[in-house]
């Protein structure tokens, strides 16, 4: 009763409260007469775009809530003195941009001057980490997608298969929102489900330090993406380009000869007035679809239905349905180039904004994503039509609804219904008659390509989520600006996985397995409920800062779990809904007129991917298998994160940011081996919150913008990092749970730890033609080393691959053409075309070569080198995937009305 009471609460607050944060600013500060500082009481403060405005009190002091991000122009005036105009303020989102006037007394009517405000390089109320990226920044700079510009940032790294990272955390601990609603997939905790286009984003907000109590479900950082909005007249912009991989390196990722059209993307944005509505309705418009074939391929030597029989003397297998010996003299093997890693995708947004009156402003925005990609197998790249296609598309509607009551307080509503879905499978029907038996393959003696045979499985995953948020904010005087609401979310998953059975004996056609065997998984419309209800409040003194707050957390994913681990096959039990508060605070005081100290501390909690919870829903054992368990009792993860920072202004254009960070991790999840009863009783795995982590950096940061007459730019990004957890050993968690032993703590470097990580970024350039430069470096990844011959018990990850390190170039040049404008631009991404190992052998710490030859590792092979199709060890060894992407030219046009 207790639950169900949990599950209504959300909805009663939906019918009965009517607020939500939004993604706004505020604006703020004093006006004075400019001769004698008095303050001017009732002087008019207004902003031109919007029509909003205040009016300053007995201190002169005047507030603006609820501006979007963007520029603006505000508009100073008062009786008997000159009106200031300043433009180009910028408004940045959950930030209050101080506004210090002075008018001077004026004897003619209706003088006016105008000044260009300049954005502060330092924030006095930044009590956390945060770095805004504003559209401009965006488009100066040699990227393909918005994630490029957060790999950027401080305390950001890339994992080895690519995935983000922020403070040594998960690549799932990341939440993603747009416009201030998330938009993860479900079923990875976090990841995120649907892009937005470069050409579409007004501002990116990267939150990794500890974050406000209004951020929740994310324990390492915020991701924010602020979206265009139509203007007052009809702007747009058409962008087409294309280009290959232009490398040394063909022999390793055996791309075709010459240069091709490898890639190809076409994106443009539409916005302004909708006709007819006077202005009043404004719509933006944002289409890109993208073409890639990658740069891993492979050769068609082989089909999926070829044959092979290595148990015979001599051996026999075909090459495309004939026989080797016929490949010997009269025909040639074939050497038809596969792309291994193609992707095709396809993002649009499209946004409305009405004003019915000038208090209220409601949008509605609708995203669509669709990919299809294909992952490349290793193994399959002589034989590459045997691979299966993954396919995922996702859909959102998003209505916001922002109040304004007054000057000092306005409330939002957003509500949204995102579906999104993804299919793994060679051929949609699982019993085509295009599969192949697994019995054409006979007696293959491994560590080398695949002669035939093709992928059989099939993934099928839905979800769809209800999600709404409620804020309100009011400012209490000059000092609370105060912050509540409430965030509902509920998903429902389903998911089937099965693989098709052909083995040409048992099963002489593809077969899907029966549902209640343990080689086919299906559950359908599983519930989990996420509801948060926060309170926080910025209070802004004259000589510090505080940003405070708590939230209640509330996760209830419905299913059923093992309650006794030696007991599996016993009953089970419903899962229990889990609560969690957390405190959040931040400090921010001045050491100097523009140097700012903070320092914040917090409590974070996140429910791990959802999919884990799920997996194998019956909990059956296969014969001679070791199955893997979900387990719908799991608690939230959860990290206690502390920082101290510094901010420093160095003169009128430089600036730099200085943080160290601590974090805390714990109820990390993590699988785990269990053999119960008795030794002749078979093992399982599950999921449970028993692993754990911490996180120690140091992040350096220098901007240098640009002045009026100085047209370099650039930033330096550094970071300083040990990010290490538990040393995992799933087997031992059974001999501790008989024993009543705690598992010891011994820490070892994380998969994905980079001790330095040094970023920058170089622009120069005028309104008509320009360059910029995007580098980074970063020390190697851990991995465990192997001694060939050695009875040495080796710690995992003691050991670093090489270091990492790519520049990008961007180059333009702009021509006018009347209303127009026409620009054409060359992006070369790893310019020095440098060799990047993400993955190496264990023998030798490179991917370069290794210590197999000495291993006899090939020595059924040896024997038969020189046959056709057969391939050596160093083919078998030359392993693309493990390196990043070679250097690669674009070129292209954009015209923008």
Do not use: C
């Amino acid at each position: 009763m207790m639950a169900t009471r949990y599950g209504l609460l959300p909805g009663l607050l939906l019918m009965l409260v009517v607020p939500v944060w939004a993604q706004t600013g505020k604006l703020a500060g004093y006006v004075r007469d400019a001769e004698t500082g008095q303050p001017l009481i009732g002087a008019t403060v207004y902003i031109e775009e919007t029509g909003q405005g205040a009016v300053t009190d007995a201190q002169g002091y005047y507030v603006v809530l609820n501006l979007r991000p963007g520029l603006y122009t505000v508009r100073f005036s008062y009786v008997g003195y000159e009106t200031v105009r300043y433009t180009d303020v910028r408004i940045v989102s959950d930030q209050t941009r101080e506004l210090e006037v002075r008018l001077r007394p004026s004897v003619v009517a209706g003088e006016e001057v105008v000044i260009t405000a300049q954005r502060p390089l330092v924030q006095r109320d930044l009590t956390s980490s945060r770095k805004t990226v504003v559209a401009e920044e965006i488009q100066a700079l040699p990227v393909e997608s918005f994630l490029d510009v957060l790999a950027l940032q401080a305390g950001v790294n890339r994992g080895p298969s690519g995935e983000l990272h922020i403070r040594g955390g998960r690549s799932t601990e990341i939440a993603y929102l747009v416009d201030g609603l998330s938009v993860g997939n479900p079923f990875n905790a976090n990841g995120l489900a649907t892009e937005v286009a470069t050409n579409a984003i007004q501002e990116l907000t990267v939150v990794s330090g500890t974050f406000n109590a209004e951020y929740g479900q994310a324990m390492s950082g915020i991701v924010n993406v602020v979206t265009k909005e139509g203007g007052e007249k009809l702007e747009g912009t058409f962008s087409a380009y294309a280009g290959d991989y232009l490398t040394r390196h063909e022999d390793i990722f055996y791309l075709p000869p010459g240069i091709q059209r490898n890639t190809t993307t076409i994106e443009g944005t539409l916005g302004g007035p909708v006709p007819l509505t006077g202005k009043k309705v404004r719509f933006f418009f944002s289409a890109r679809r993208d073409q890639s074939d990658g740069h891993l391929w492979g050769i068609r030597e082989h089909l999926p239905s070829d044959s092979a029989n290595f148990n015979v003397n001599p051996w026999y297998y075909e090459i495309q349905g004939r026989p080797w010996t016929a490949y010997v003299d009269s025909l040639p093997v074939p050497d038809e180039r596969v792309p291994m890693n193609p992707r095709t995708s396809s993002n649009l947004l499209l946004k409305l904004t009405a004003r019915p009156f000038q208090t209220l402003k409601v949008e509605y925005t609708h995203m669509r994503d669709r990919a299809r990609t294909r992952p490349f197998a290793f193994e399959y790249r002589f034989n590459p039509d045997g691979v299966v296609t993954y396919r995922d598309w996702s859909r959102n509607h998003a209505l916001h609804l922002t109040h304004t009551l007054s000057s000092r307080t306005f409330y939002t509503i957003r509500l949204s219904y995102a579906t999104h879905s993804f299919r793994s499978y060679l051929y949609e029907n699982p019993t085509d008659p295009r599969y192949v038996s697994d019995g054409r393959i006979v007696g293959f003696p491994g560590n080398q390509f695949l002669f035939g045979g093709d992928q059989k499985g099939h993934v099928y995953e839905d979800s769809r989520s209800w999600r709404a948020k409620l804020d309100i904010t009011h400012q209490f005087g000059r000092i609370h600006q105060a912050k509540a609401g409430i965030d509902w979310n509920v998903h429902y998953l389903s998911r089937e996985n099965f693989v098709v059975l052909y083995d040409g004996n048992q099963y002489r056609e593809p077969t899907v397995p029966p549902l209640d065997s343990p080689a086919h998984d299906r559950y359908r419309n599983r519930r989990v409920l996420i509801w948060s209800a926060y309170v926080q409040d910025k209070m802004e003194f004259e000589q510090f800062i505080v940003n405070a707050g708590v939230r209640f957390d509330y996760f209830w994913p419905e299913g059923e779990y093992i309650p006794d681990l030696l007991d599996p096959l016993g009953p089970r039990r419903r899962s229990r809904p889990r609560y969690r508060f957390s405190p959040r605070l931040g400090i921010s005081f001045p050491i100097t007129e523009t140097g700012f100290i903070h320092l914040s501390y917090g409590h974070f909690y996140q429910m791990p991917p959802l999919r884990n919870i799920y997996i194998n829903p019956e909990f059956e054992f296969g014969v001679g298998t070791t199955p893997t368990f979900g387990n719908a009792n799991l608690r939230p993860e959860r990290t206690v994160m502390y920082e101290i920072g510094l901010q420093q202004q160095l003169g009128a254009l430089v600036a730099i940011d200085v943080t160290a960070y601590y974090k805390d991790i714990r109820d990390y999840l993590t699988l785990q081996t269990v053999q119960f009863r008795t030794a002749s009783d078979p093992l399982y795995r599950i999921y449970l919150n028993k692993d754990y982590a911490n996180v120690k950096g140091l992040t350096f940061s220098l901007t240098k913008r640009r002045g009026r007459d100085d047209r370099l730019a650039a930033t330096l990004d550094y970071t300083f990092q040990i990010a290490e957890g538990n040393r995992d050993d799933a087997n031992a968690f059974y001999f501790n749970f008989l024993s009543g032993r705690e598992t010891p703590l011994e820490l070892v470097p994380l998969d994905f730890d980079q001790r330095h990580v040094v970023s920058s970024t170089v622009t120069y350039g005028t309104g008509s033609w320009g360059v910029s430069l995007k580098g980074q470096f970063a020390t190697g990844y851990p991995y465990t080393p192997e001694l060939i011959n050695q009875k040495v018990d080796l710690k995992p990850n003691s050991a670093r691959k090489p270091s990492q390190m790519t520049v990008d170039l961007y180059l333009y040049r702009t021509f006018t053409l009347g209303p127009a404008s026409l620009q054409l631009f060359a992006r070369v991404y790893n310019l020095f075309d440098r060799l990047n190992e993400r993955f190496v052998f264990n023998d030798t710490g490179r991917a370069t070569y290794s210590l197999a030859r000495y291993r006899n590792l090939h020595a059924t092979w040896e024997p038969h080198y020189g046959k056709p199709g057969i391939h050596t060890l160093d083919e078998y060894l030359t392993r693309p995937h493990w390196f990043g992407p070679p250097r690669e030219v674009r070129v292209g046009m954009s015209l923008s009305f």
